[in-house]
């Protein structure tokens, strides 16, 4: 079992930053990539920016140039630098880490995990 422990959402002004984090935990022998996904009001999740082997990042085009994610190996931690907000990116944050389950030298079974979400809204 691998938990997520997301933090950092909260009411912000347009134009405003923001710092979401997002701890893994639990049976964990490597990590393979970690994301951010956001759900709108009424619309569908969707994904915001990941990063796979440590260092290969991708983002939506609408926080490209605003928005950095990273990654601290030695915590299992990833962050998500969210800078010049808009309204538009009022949502649920979620968290998603993938990778091999176990500890030590064991090895298990892949493990795909999600957190509980975040909230982040972004006054006019």
């Known amino acids: 079992q691998v938990q997520l422990v997301e933090s950092g959402g909260g009411l912000v002004q347009a134009g405003g930053s923001l710092r979401l984090s997002c701890v893994a935990s639990?049976?964990?022998?490597?990590?393979?990539?970690m994301r951010w996904y956001r759900q709108p009001p009424g619309k569908q999740r969707e994904l915001v920016a990941g990063?796979?082997?440590?260092?290969?990042?991708n983002y939506a085009d609408s926080v490209k140039g605003r928005f950095t994610i990273s990654r601290d190996n030695a915590k299992n931690t990833v962050y998500l630098q969210m800078n010049s907000l808009k309204p538009e990116d009022t949502a649920v944050y979620y968290c998603?880490?993938?990778?091999?389950?176990?500890?030590?030298?064991?090895?298990?079974?892949?493990?795909?995990?999600w957190g509980q979400g975040t909230q982040v809204t972004v006054s006019s």
């Open positions: 639990g049976s964990i022998f490597s990590i393979n990539g």
């Open positions: 990063i796979v082997s440590g260092t290969t990042t």
């Open positions: 998603n880490v993938f990778g091999r389950g176990g500890s030590g030298s064991y090895t298990g079974a892949d493990f795909v995990s």
